[in-house]
């Protein structure tokens, strides 16, 4: 299934039906701020399952996850003060922050890495914000990629790639092919894994 939406305005009748989908177990391809990512409820093992075995990854890959807010990222991850302050000036953005994990008992292995952290979004794209408020809780991300690794950005070539291994694909039109900076928060001071999207310009002012 493929809807389009509006970047600016998603219809409501397309976030419904997302969020019915996640619920049943299932997984869709929605765009972020960056790019278009592959997801599934956070709290569905199967979900994750399937996810891996279309992106063909290795299980000690952790994915990452999505988030509404500062508010329900404390809900996964501990914030330090430095780490809170820093953020605040960031979220929502094309960012990904590399957290110490919590409540690990209650949230997929599949989410948590060898050192006890965890890769957190709160991406600045409406519709994939309005999914995560309609559904209550985080959706996995990881981006839509071909065999190669190679970035998908077009929802046409996407859906002919997947075909029906996915349940829903939302339409946002064709896509950038940078992903996320990604930011180690664990330490003292905030550390780049990977230089992507997003203001350097006004990162380097917090750091």
Known sequence: MMLSVHPENPQDRAITKAV?????GGIIVYPTDTVYGLGCDLHNK???????????LDRIKPF???CSDLKHISEYAKVSNQAFRF???LIPGPYTFVLPATRLKTIPKSVVSKRKSVGIRVPDNKTCRAIIAAL???????????????I??????IQKYFGYQVDMILDAGILPTIPSTVFEL???TP????KGAGDFSLIQQYM
Request: glycine residues 6%.
């Open 20 to 24: 019915e989908i996640l619920r049943n």
């Open 46 to 56: 199967n979900a994750i399952e399937r996810i891996y075995q279309l992106k063909r």
């Open 64 to 66: 990452s996850f999505l």
């Open 87 to 89: 953020m605040k000036h």
């Open 136 to 150: 209550g809780n985080p959706i996995i991300n990881t981006s839509v990629t071909d065999e190669r690794g190679e």
């Open 152 to 157: 998908l950005s077009d929802p046409a070539y």
């Open 186 to 188: 664990t330490g003292d």
């Open 191 to 194: 550390v780049i894994v990977r």
